[in-house]
């Protein structure tokens, strides 16, 4: 698995400790992030940093028993620089419908590390 993909697992692995159970902290998984990232989630919003920021902090501890299942992770292209990447990630939460999403992201490298520079989500047909 290269270090994109692998980055796509290890922050879905954060954000599932964070809103399943508040563990961790907003600040660790901000740093995986581009300070000009952007988001375009699966209802069309347009998010910066900061809004997934908050976003992160509002939901820390919001979802107890979530569990965050990963899948079709591939790359579509890969350069010097970054990588493109796609995978579909499935939110299960007891008593409640899964909810799948379609989601590509867009990394940088900055120093050797991978960091999230742009992520363009759409809900699974």
């Not at 290890?10 to 740093?31: N, P």
């Not at 699966?42 to 939901?59: C, E, H, I, N, T």
Request: aromatic share 8%; net charge negative; glycine share 10%.
């Amino acid at each position: 698995m290269n270090r994109y993909l692998k980055e796509v697992v290890d922050l879905h692995v954060l954000i599932e400790a964070l809103f399943g159970g508040a563990q961790g902290t907003v600040a660790a998984m901000l740093g995986r992030f581009h300070r000009d990232f952007t988001m375009v989630t699966p209802g069309g919003a347009q998010l910066s940093l900061d809004d997934v920021a908050s976003l992160f902090a509002q939901r820390a501890g919001a979802q107890p028993g979530l569990s965050i299942e990963l899948c079709g992770l591939e790359t579509i292209a890969q350069w010097p620089e970054g990588a493109v990447v796609r995978y579909r990630e499935t939110h299960h939460l007891p008593g409640q419908p899964a909810k799948t999403r379609v989601s590509t992201a867009v990394f940088s490298d900055e120093g050797g590390r991978p960091l999230w520079r742009h992520l363009q989500e759409t809900w699974a047909a």
